[in-house]
């Protein structure tokens, strides 16, 4: 059966390509759907990947804005016989989500939960609707949940879930997606939509009779079903995690010939779904988690059945490997301590309608096992948070072991397959004697409850040897788990990378089988070809392969420890698990956040520059405008370097690609404007009242903000009359018997917020401290890493380690209150001068204040005032925030730790001229809202300049430094300011009185200045 180009779910040849990626589809396309089209460049190579070790790059993308719009799209694609991928998230792991096709991506407009029904439940959702967005709102509501929850469950689509058949922790409690789909509106490869469900033979008689394409469709069907019945029920392995293949046990006359369930599961292959009626099932509104620990994971196997008596809700599993992992990335520290002695463990969630109930039941499993000889160690959590922390450690799993220090990268490949529980310890030593029999190291944990067992393993993709090999060990664990009676796939599907091992698990005749099925539904064989059924080789289309050869640049700025010094392994370390599509929560990623845009997610950046140094569909390397584009609304908020789990740094691999990209090219001027912040705040110094005149006089400031490419819709923050240094070396220090500490006076708290500098100063002085403050002009570059400016940020590194040894060589600390800069001090210092001893103990011996007072056991006074909380987006990824807790509860401060992310504002970025209205929705998330909603005597505290600025100009309140919360303490006692107040009333950053030298060096400042341009020329030709 071929269709019109003589193809059949193969890869269409160059002439075919040619014709398909013409005018005529894009224009069609263009004039039939509302949603956007895109065949560019950029687009094509971000989309060229899933989460797999597959890459196809596709011949366009439409978004589609609702399910006309889909099917036209679908409808002019067969009208040019474009082959068709429907896509979701594109978390996929085994390649069923890259593809030569146009692809039809509803994840960013098909997102409406059509309805609930908590009745008789059930819920009718579009396929772009996300897993947690209908079970967060139903649990919520009604105690109802979708019981599947992939660990991608806060950004997986239903229409990917459907296509792969996804299943979760909870799948123990209700089955994996096919168990929980009712009915599905599908449209096929030739336009036709319809609604399929399950029915009665009667039902579908009626259907066959009433004729037209599904009649024919629903017959054919039947027809297939009797023919291979009784193959089907004896060749259909009866566990609860088998994934592989087509579910056509679905259309058996016992299971009621269930249309929907039979396409669950058929990974895009036959048709695209519109729609899903789901079944909502209870959620016990209470858990306890039960650790038990075992000598081994395999001993932990072998106790699962007995386990799953006692009725809980989950049941994971952990080996050592995967603790081993952890321990070595100095992932989950704290955590880890919580589990039991052993050398594997099951987690054990029993459900309960209160807590009392959920710890009995869990106690019911602990009194069984307390009394056995092989008694495992145990530990009981009822409390949230700790469970949760566990929690933590099993999702944790893929990021912990993709790329091991010193153990090589792990990859997909054999990351889900299944047996059935009873079986588990024994597979599970099966498969490691495998693993050591290909020299290969993988930790196994996952979903040993329902016997599916996940592992990236350390396959060689780079070289022929190595794929030979990995060919080889496919071939061998398809055997291995054919003959324990499993799947080879337990939740992720077939894709390319399982398909060609399907004979080995349902023989020839049910292929056969499959294959009719397919061409049931589609005749075209158009539907994302080349996957599950007559797919392409396991070894073809691979994202790395043995002619793998990206073009690394010559000089790079930054040392990439973690990826051996390799900026393209740096571009590779996205494994694609999707966090970053988390709208809902954690820093990561605010562009995406509010564009849903994939180009403006880490993983769609991370993977247009591998694209780039691939060198194919993006060409112009470096100098790619594609890539900039994707890459220019990053905030370099870091929130990817703390987030992802395998620390995607996209804010350092912007800047080492901004700084080639401008090579031999002027950068936009808001880059010599911010990037430059330092030099023009130093020149302010000595007028700040006539640069505060030119920038609050409107006439004037928006001709400046025009000229210095600033967005006029921002006040420009005033300089102060005199600057923190100035007023310290005029005051002097205290304490001068006391222990010296630096406070390190950055740019934004010397030069627009020195009263949080102050502030500071007496803070420690509190302490005893003798405080010193260098008084030579200092700054860590922050902002020139925002521009590229490297080789300016590498002379402001040299002369800033320079002026800091002789106190870091005596170990004294050094201590910032701007957040970035800290940040600075201990990520882009070690990337940039790996080698230089100064340089390294400036890094450990930098601190931000809270961290300072918390190491030194700073007794600081008591507040009890209520506190809302924002944490600047740096420090959360580098440094954290724990100091900055446990100093607020020595504090006796009542604060809520908002989970906002980054402020919008992001150093400079929110003042660029282009970026506004972003900068404000990001602030708009939940940051500016919770301050607006704060009562009026709660402290908005923030510590970072620019935080506290996007807050200032965003709402009626300003946010306090941590110091001036603890100055409020030391000057008005426990209870702070007086009530009712805003509290920020009495603490300003700034004070626009003190003595100014303008009068006396006004003559001065044109000197001045022109001696900044020639300087500003210089650092141009250096930047
Ligand atoms: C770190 C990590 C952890 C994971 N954990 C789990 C887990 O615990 N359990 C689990 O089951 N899976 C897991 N997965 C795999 C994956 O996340 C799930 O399969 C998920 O449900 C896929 O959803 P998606 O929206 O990303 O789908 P996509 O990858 O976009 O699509 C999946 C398949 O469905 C098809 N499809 C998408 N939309 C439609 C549509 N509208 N109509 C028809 N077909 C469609 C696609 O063509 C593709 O074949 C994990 C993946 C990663 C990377
Ligand atoms: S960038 Fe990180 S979070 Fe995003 S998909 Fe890649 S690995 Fe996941
Ligand atoms: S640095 Fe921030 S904006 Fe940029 S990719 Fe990472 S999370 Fe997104």
């Known amino acids: 059966m071929t269709d019109v180009l003589g193809n059949r779910g193969k890869q269409l040849n160059d002439h075919q390509r040619a014709n398909l990626n013409s005018l005529a589809l894009q224009a069609e396309l263009r004039e039939r759907v509302r949603g956007e089209v895109r065949f560019d460049a950029g687009t094509r190579a971000i989309y060229a990947h899933d989460s797999s ?43 069923e989500t890259t593809n030569v096709a146009v692809v039809v991506d509803t994840s960013k407009y098909m997102r409406e939960i059509l309805e609930i029904n908590p009745d008789e439940g059930y819920a009718w959702v579009q396929p772009g609707v996300v897993r947690d967005d209908l079970s967060n709102r139903t649990e919520a509501e009604y105690n109802l949940t979708f019981a599947p929850d992939t660990s991608t469950h806060g950004w997986a689509t239903f229409g990917g879930m459907i296509g792969n058949n996804s299943c979760g922790v909870h799948s123990v409690m209700a089955g994996r997606t096919s168990d929980n789909v009712y009915e599905l509106d599908i449209v096929l490869y030739d336009g036709t939509r319809m609604t399929v469900g399950c029915h009665t033979e009667e039902e579908a008689g009626q259907i066959i009779q009433e004729g037209g394409r599904k009649g024919k469709i629903y017959k054919q069907l039947r027809d297939l079903r009797d023919r291979y019945a009784d193959e089907i029920r004896s060749r259909y392995v009866d566990i609860p995690r088998r994934v592989s293949g087509y579910n056509l046990d679905e259309l058996l006359p016992e299971k009621g010939f269930n249309v929907a369930r039979a396409i669950v599961g058929t990974e895009g292959t036959l048709a695209t779904v519109l729609g899903a009626k789901v079944r909502l099932v209870h959620s016990p509104p209470s858990r306890s988690l039960l650790i038990l620990g075992y000598p081994s994971a395999y001993e932990a196997g072998d106790h699962v059945s007995e386990i799953l008596e006692y009725g809980p809700v989950g049941l994971e599993g952990i080996d050592t490997n ?7 990335q100095n992932m989950h520290p704290s955590d880890l301590k919580l589990l039991p002695e052993g050398g594997g463990w099951l987690l054990v969630e029993f459900g309960g309608e209160n807590d009392q109930e959920s710890h009995d039941n869990a106690q019911k ?6 009394d056995r000889d092989d008694a495992p160690d145990m530990q009981l959590f009822d409390e949230i948070d700790e469970a949760e922390r566990i929690w933590g450690i099993r999702e944790d799993g893929l990021g912990a072991t993709a790329y091991i220090p010193g153990e090589g990268d792990h990859w997909p490949g054999w990351e889900d397959s299944a047996v059935h529980p009873d079986k588990v310890g024994d597979y599970l030593r099966d498969l490691r004697d495998l693993f050591d029999n290909y020299d290969y190291d993988a930790a196994l944990y996952g979903h040993f409850g329902e016997g599916c067992i996940h592992c990236r393993i350390s396959f060689d993709l780079k070289s022929a040897e190595g794929l030979k090999n990995w060919h080889d060990f496919m071939e061998e664990a398809a055997d291995l788990v054919v003959s324990y009676g499993g799947s080879l796939s337990g939740e992720h599907g077939d894709g390319q990378q399982r398909a060609e091992f399907l004979p080995k698990m349902y023989g020839k005749d049910l292929m056969q089988a499959f294959r009719e099925f397919k061409q049931i539904w589609d005749p075209d064989w158009k539907m994302n070809p080349g996957k599950v059924i007559d797919p392409n080789p396991m070894l073809s289309d691979l994202r790395l392969g043995a002619d793998y050869n990206p073009r690394n640049p010559d000089r790079l700025y930054f040392s990439y420890p973690q990826d051996a010094g390799s900026f393209a392994h740096a571009t590779m370390r996205c494994v694609g698990v999707g966090k970053c599509r988390d709208v809902d929560s954690g820093t990561m990623c605010p562009s995406y956040m509010v564009t849903k845009e994939e180009e403006h997610s880490t993983r769609g950046r991370a993977r247009i520059l591998h694209e780039m140094l691939r060198g194919e569909t993006i060409q112009n390397g470096f100098k790619s405008d594609e890539v900039f584009e994707a890459l220019d609304l990053c905030l370099s908020c870091k929130g990817c370097k703390g987030d992802c789990p395998v620390n995607v740094d996209m804010a350092t691999y912007k800047a080492e690609f901004l700084k080639k990209y401008y090579k031999g090219r002027l950068r936009p001027r808001y880059a010599y404007t911010m990037g430059l912040i330092m030099l023009h705040a130093r020149l302010a110094q000595y007028a700040p009242k006539l640069a505060n005149w030119a920038t609050s006089t409107p006439e004037l400031k928006e001709m400046i903000q025009k000229a210095g490419g600033i967005t006029t819709e921002r006040q420009m923050p005033p300089f102060a009359h005199q600057t923190f240094k100035a007023w310290f070396e005029e005051r002097g220090p205290r304490n001068l018997d006391g222990p010296p500490v630096v406070l390190f006076p950055d740019t934004f708290n010397n030069y627009l917020h020195p009263e949080t500098t102050k502030a500071a100063v007496e803070v420690l002085e509190d302490g005893g401290y ?50 970035s800069c800290v940040a600075a001090f201990r990520d882009e210092l070690p990337n940039m001068m790996p080698h230089d001893e100064d340089a390294k103990r400036l890094t450990r011996n930098t601190l931000t204040l809270s961290e300072f007072l918390i190491e030194e056991d700073y007794e600081p006074p008591k507040l009890e005032r209520k506190a809302i909380v924002h944490g600047h987006c740096h420090q959360e990824a580098t440094v954290g925030l724990s100091a900055e807790q446990q100093l607020y509860e020595k504090m006796g401060l009542g604060y809520e730790l908002l989970d906002s992310g980054c402020c919008g504002l992001a150093g400079s970025w929110g ?9 404000m929705q990001i602030g708009e998330r939940r940051l500016l809202p919770a301050a607006r909603d704060a009562e009026a005597d709660t402290i908005v505290l923030a510590d970072g300049f620019s935080c506290k600025t996007q807050v200032a100009q965003g709402t009626d309140r300003r946010p306090l430094h941590t110091a001036q919360v603890i100055k409020m303490a030391l000057d008005h006692g426990t209870g702070g300011t007086p009530r009712g107040e805003n509290p920020e009333t009495h603490y300003p950053d700034i004070t626009l009185d003190g003595p100014s030298p303008d009068l006396k060096t006004v003559a001065l400042v044109g000197g001045a200045l022109a001696g900044g341009a020639l300087l500003w020329r210089f650092l141009r030709k250096a930047a």
């Open 53 to 95: 070790n597959y890459r196809q790059t596709p011949f366009g993308v439409v978004i589609p804005r609702d399910e006309d719009d889909a099917v036209a799209a679908v409808e002019v694609c067969k009208k040019h016989g474009a082959p068709v991928m429907p896509r979701g998230c594109g978390t996929s792991l085994s390649g």
């Open 365 to 370: 499993l602990m009194d069984a096992l307390e």
């Open 770 to 819: 003798r405080v010193i403050v260098p008084q030579q002009p200092l700054c860590c570059g922050r902002p020139l890493f925002d521009y590229g400016m490297l080789d300016t940020a590498q002379v402001f590194f040299d002369r800033l380690v320079k002026a800091l040894a002789p106190y870091v060589r005596e170990g004294i600390k050094v201590v910032g209150v701007e957040p």
């Open 322 to 328: 995967l603790i081993r992992d952890m321990k070595m």
């Open 911 to 919: 003042f660029e001229e282009d970026k506004y209205d972003l900068s």
